[in-house]
């Protein structure tokens, strides 16, 4: 069978209508000529999602909002339902992200009921699980920390659709400016018992990426030396150039120095 293999980024809070029409071009003539077992994802802020989604129609991309509420609607200002979601076209939905934990108070029972409630619409979900620094020495206390957040979050989902849920190991430790960069050996034993505790709890085959500090550099060893099916990439995907040569070096088709 042949291995997919994802690649995502999240935008977090960032670019404008222009700068997201530059890199869904870019990207989109990149996908023109794409395997046929490579995914790649985007999530965009919401009011970017009704664009993007006209724009790389029938590219294959797939594009998502970056949370949603658990509710199908009703008085929760400032929220967004996966129901409106599906309705726009978005293909999936990012849960449990570590700065909607930190930042927003997000709870793993929080973040089940949404990831219940979007599968339920038609939705996919990537769902983010991760450590902090706190912890990420003690093997024993990371490894049920992370079984303790899937088996929550994924404790109330629907049967699943090929390809509709994927699992982020997003080390907290490991994400965004100032982080420590992550060495593979420091990720590839958590990828592995996320691999067990996923396939305990799904019937369906759940591919599972990397996210965390993903760069030219370090993608290539950890997409290839850990059991990752892929990598979810931030801030050095903002730029659409560097997003497609920091997959197309992770799958061995560049080398890092050009
Ligand atoms: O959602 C993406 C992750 O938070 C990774 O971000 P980063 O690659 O900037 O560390």
Known sequence: MT??????????????????????????TYMAEMPADQRLFVMPPY???????????GTGLIVGAQNCHWVTSGAFTGEVSPQLLKEIGAHNVLLGHAERRKQFGETDEMIGRKASAALRVGLGVVLCIGEDASIKD?????RSFLEKQLSIALGDIPAL??????????????????????????????????????????NEHVPI??????????????????????????????????FIRIIQTALGERSVVE
């Not at 291995?3 to 989109?28: D, L």
């Open 47 to 57: 009011p970017l999602l009704p664009q993007i989604l006209q724009d790389t129609k």
């Open 161 to 202: 659709a090929p390809e509709q849920l994927v699992v982020a190991y997003e080390p907290v430790w490991a994400i965004g400016v100032g982080a420590d960069p992550p060495a593979v050996y420091e990720v590839a034993e958590q990828l592995r018992v996320i691999r067990h505790v996923v396939d305990q709890i799904v």
């Open 3 to 28: 291995r997919i293999r994802w690649f995502g980024t999240n935008w977090k809070m960032n670019k404008s209508p222009q700068t997201a029409r530059e890199w869904t071009t870019a990207v989109g």
């Open 138 to 142: 003690d093997p024993a206390t990371t």
């Open 209 to 242: 990426v990397y996210g965390g500090s993903v760069t030219l550099e370090n993608g290539p060893s950890l997409l290839t030396e850990t059991v990752a099916d892929g990598l979810f990439i931030g801030r050095h995907a903002l730029d659409p150039a560097m």
